[in-house]
């Protein structure tokens, strides 16, 4: 019976010790998780504007936190359409995906769907990217259009959970790398 108690507080001192290194454990994969989605559905961002030839934005928080989407630009990066806004590019009822044909004159055509993160993630972006026809990539600074190319050294979209950190950096040339 002696024995029987020693071996249960023995599984109950290494239970308790463990149990804080399972919850970093899944703190690390969900943000992994969240982290990886975001930078796939960028490359495809990428993908579709260099594939058809059509600048395409990807916003984050979009239409609120912890969602994102890409969306083709509508109008030219010049002179964007006026409907070319976050709040009204995120509705996915405004602009539903799949689009609802292809005609090029009917545009958006190549609007992503909209997605969500793990809701314990959020994304620390307030700026939306921009990836040109030719593979590079340009940020909103809010200094007019049309966006200047992201610096060689890129920019991080962060995303955070319980205290732990992910970034995905992002190029000028177009180069997203997951950190």
Known sequence: MIDMLVVVAIIGIVGAISIPSMMNAIDQMRLGQS???LER?????KSRAVGKGRPIR?????????QYRFVELIGSPA???????GAGRCSDVTYPYPAG????VTRPNLDGALRRIDSS????????VEFWPDGTAR????????????????????????????SITVNGLGKIKLQ
């Open 79 to 85: 002179a964007p359409a006026a409907a070319d806004t």
């Open 121 to 128: 993630v959020t994304i620390a972006a307030s700026e939306t």
């Open 41 to 45: 559905e960028m490359q495809m961002a």
């Open 139 to 166: 940020r909103d600074t809010g200094a007019g259009n049309p966006w200047p190319l992201i610096p060689v050294a890129g920019i991080n979209i962060e995303l955070t959970r319980n205290g732990k950190n992910s």
């Open 35 to 37: 982290a990886r989605e």
């Open 58 to 66: 990807m916003r984050f928080n979009c239409p609120v936190a912890g």
């Open 101 to 104: 044909d292809n005609d090029p």
